[in-house]
Every structure is written in C-alpha cells, then in structure tokens.
C-alpha cells in the first residue's frame, strides 16, 4: 500500500508540476479533478440509495471552475442567477420521477455536492490568478498535502489512541498530532513564496493542518453513511480523487480569503 502511495504522488506530482505554470492548464487541471470528485460523490449517493441526476450535477459543477478558467467576470447578480437557474431546472426534472419519496433528499444532496466539491476546490484556481498565483498555489499544496503523509506515516507506525473511532477507526490521536507536525514543516518550506515572519507561518501551518483534518474527517463521515471504504479506484493506494483532494476542500477556501486580506 505504501509504495503504491508513493508512486500515484509521484505521478500526482508531476501532473501539477507540468501544469500549475501556466494560469489555464492549472485551471483546467484543477476543473478534471472537480469532475471527477463529482462523479465519484454522487456515485456514493446512488449506492446509499439517493435518488440524483448525476450528470446534471457534474455538469453545473463543471461550470464554476470552468467561468474563473476563462475569466468570466461573474457579479453578485450572475451569480444569483445562476443559482435560482440551476435550482429551477432541478426542481423541473423531479416532475419526471414516478414517485415522490426523496425528492427533498434528492435537491438537497445534488446542490451539497456541487458546493463541497465544486464550490470549494474552485478556490485553488482563485488562488492561482492572484498576484503572485503560482508560489501560493504551491503553498497551498506545500503546507496541507504533508499533513496527509505525516498523518499516515506517524499513525501506522505510532497509532495507539483512536482520534475519533466513531467515523474513522484507523485515525488516531498521534496521527494527527504528526500530521500537523508536517503541516508546520509544510508552512516553513514555503517562506521563499509567502515571505511571512516564523511565527506567522507556524500559526499558518497549524490553523491548515486543522482545516485539512477536519476535510479528511468531514468525508470520512460521508463514507461511513454511504457504507464504502473509498470514494473511488483511480488512483492506487490512495482511492479515488475525492480520497486525494478531501483535505484541500477547506484548506483551499481559508487559505484564499486568509491570503486576499494580506495582500490587499
């Protein structure tokens, strides 16, 4: 399992690294794995027994990246629009249905999904087009992705205290502790793009790592309800890209609105 780890976050790695220089590859690099998170949270949804229209879900959450990648200059009302529109054709295609159980459930569920996967990975790409976007989008990546690592590597070796057994049996306390221990580390690697005094990045480092657990917690949580160990297989040894990118679902948004407010 490690070492199919280790390879797909080579591979990992090197996709971002060819892409992440140039504004539009990134976006769009950023928009697949949107898609693809989709697909595999409402495929979870299906196998709970949720009734959804996928394809409508994926293809409204495609549109939110897709608008920052070709720089779409959305307004307040655009975006209500937008929202009152998507909302409006959902409700329509429930008319189609032969019952109506779940259609409640059903709207509730698709809209969540387009907001916790779309809606908020859509911030690495906000991210990017900053002043300055490419040493933050590494940093974003520099500082969350390493609590993962250290919280697989000090849990499996040092694990004795479960974190919170309830949702994810195998977490641990000192996991977590190392996880942000890597966070800190992660924080500090990336001075040369934040230029921010010590103690700032150590600040940085630790108020991340929590936000990236709790995204790791978060999705653990819905696993659990929809009663699969992973989101997907795509990826070998880490599952599917909603297993990858779970941890940057919150980190993503904070770091964005936390960095807008510095360089303004």
């Known amino acids: 399992m490690l070492t199919k780890r280790i390879i797909s976050s080579i591979i990992l790695i090197g996709i971002i690294t060819a892409t992440v220089f140039t504004n539009w590859t990134c976006g769009l690099l950023v928009t697949a794995f949107i898609i693809v998170g989709l697909y595999e949270f409402f495929t979870m949804l299906e196998k709970k027994g949720i009734s959804i229209y996928k394809y409508f879900g994926i293809a409204i959450g495609a549109l939110i990246p897709l608008s920052l990648v070709f720089r779409f200059e959305s307004t307040k009302k655009w975006e209500l629009l937008f929202a009152v529109l998507a909302l409006l054709f959902l409700i329509l295609m429930q008319f189609r249905r032969r019952e109506n159980s779940g259609v409640i459930v059903g709207i509730s569920t698709t809209i969540f999904g387009i907001l916790y996967v779309s809606g908020f990975l859509s911030f690495l790409i906000r991210i990017r087009y900053l002043d300055g976007g490419l040493g933050l989008f590494t940093s974003v990546l520099l500082i969350t992705k390493p609590g993962d690592i250290g919280a697989y590597l000090i ?109 303004k």
């Open 155 to 263: 849990g499996s070796r040092f694990g004795k205290t479960p974190l919170m057994p309830r949702i994810s049996p195998k977490k641990s306390i000192e996991g977590a502790v190392g996880g942000l221990a890597f966070n800190v580390l992660g924080a500090l690697a990336s001075r040369p793009f934040l230029n921010l005094p010590i103690p700032h990045l150590v600040f940085l480092g630790i108020a991340m790592g929590i936000l990236g657990q709790l995204g790791d917690l978060s999705e653990s949580l819905m696993k659990r309800d929809c009663q699969v160990k992973d989101s997907g297989r795509i990826i070998p040894g880490m599952g599917g890209v909603l297993d990858a990118i779970d941890s940057l679902l919150f980190t993503a948004p904070a770091f964005y609105f936390y960095m807008s407010t510095i360089l």
